[in-house]
Protein backbone atom coordinates (compact mmCIF):
# COMPACT_ATOMS: atom_id res chain seq x y z
CA UNK A 1 0.00 0.00 0.00
CA UNK A 2 1.40 3.22 -1.14
CA UNK A 3 0.63 6.63 1.08
CA UNK A 4 1.64 10.06 0.20
CA UNK A 5 2.47 12.33 3.19
CA UNK A 6 2.97 15.89 2.83
CA UNK A 7 5.37 17.83 5.31
CA UNK A 8 5.39 21.30 5.61
CA UNK A 9 7.47 23.48 7.44
CA UNK A 10 5.98 26.13 9.85
CA UNK A 11 7.40 28.15 12.63
CA UNK A 12 7.29 25.45 15.37
CA UNK A 13 9.20 22.48 12.86
CA UNK A 14 7.53 20.42 10.41
CA UNK A 15 3.43 19.51 9.86
CA UNK A 16 2.95 16.31 8.51
CA UNK A 17 -0.58 15.28 6.96
CA UNK A 18 -1.89 12.88 4.74
CA UNK A 19 -4.93 13.99 2.10
CA UNK A 20 -6.59 10.56 1.56
CA UNK A 21 -6.63 10.08 5.18
CA UNK A 22 -8.78 12.20 7.05
CA UNK A 23 -7.58 13.44 10.41
CA UNK A 24 -4.07 11.49 9.99
CA UNK A 25 -1.46 14.60 10.93
CA UNK A 26 1.51 14.50 12.81
CA UNK A 27 4.31 16.95 13.22
CA UNK A 28 8.69 17.21 14.50
CA UNK A 29 11.13 19.53 15.08
CA UNK A 30 13.32 18.07 11.52
CA UNK A 31 11.95 16.54 8.47
CA UNK A 32 13.35 13.31 9.70
CA UNK A 33 11.18 13.68 13.05
CA UNK A 34 8.15 14.55 11.17
CA UNK A 35 8.46 11.70 8.58
CA UNK A 36 9.09 8.89 11.07
CA UNK A 37 6.04 10.16 13.03
CA UNK A 38 3.46 10.54 10.31
CA UNK A 39 4.67 7.05 9.68
CA UNK A 40 3.64 6.17 13.49
CA UNK A 41 0.26 8.32 12.49
CA UNK A 42 -0.71 5.76 9.32
CA UNK A 43 0.22 2.40 11.18
CA UNK A 44 -2.39 3.69 14.26
CA UNK A 45 -5.11 5.20 11.32
CA UNK A 46 -4.93 1.88 9.90
CA UNK A 47 -4.98 -0.09 12.92
CA UNK A 48 -8.40 2.50 14.22
CA UNK A 49 -9.95 1.90 10.48
CA UNK A 50 -9.20 -2.08 10.87
CA UNK A 51 -11.14 -2.28 14.58
CA UNK A 52 -14.26 0.13 13.30
CA UNK A 53 -14.49 -2.16 10.55
CA UNK A 54 -14.53 -5.89 12.81
CA UNK A 55 -17.61 -3.56 14.90
CA UNK A 56 -19.22 -2.61 11.93
CA UNK A 57 -18.65 -6.42 10.74
CA UNK A 58 -20.20 -7.98 14.26
CA UNK A 59 -23.05 -5.44 14.37
CA UNK A 60 -24.61 -7.10 10.87
CA UNK A 61 -27.35 -9.25 10.91
CA UNK A 62 -26.80 -11.09 7.75
CA UNK A 63 -24.24 -13.19 9.50
CA UNK A 64 -22.42 -13.78 5.81
CA UNK A 65 -20.74 -10.27 6.01
CA UNK A 66 -16.67 -10.52 5.06
CA UNK A 67 -14.65 -7.35 4.83
CA UNK A 68 -10.80 -6.80 3.60
CA UNK A 69 -8.27 -4.20 4.06
CA UNK A 70 -4.96 -3.22 3.34
CA UNK A 71 -2.13 -4.34 6.11
CA UNK A 72 1.02 -2.73 5.29
CA UNK A 73 2.87 -5.22 7.51
CA UNK A 74 2.23 -8.05 5.56
CA UNK A 75 2.83 -9.46 2.27
CA UNK A 76 -0.14 -10.72 1.77
CA UNK A 77 -1.81 -7.24 2.11
CA UNK A 78 -5.48 -8.24 2.97
CA UNK A 79 -6.93 -10.14 4.65
CA UNK A 80 -10.37 -11.62 4.78
CA UNK A 81 -13.24 -11.84 7.81
Not at 11 to 25: E, H, I, L, R, T
Not at 33 to 48: F, G, Q, S
Amino acid sequence: MQVNAIIEHDADGFFAYVPSMKGCVSQGGTVEEALENIKEAIELYLEDMEEAEKKLIMKSSDGGSRASWQDPSSKNHQRII
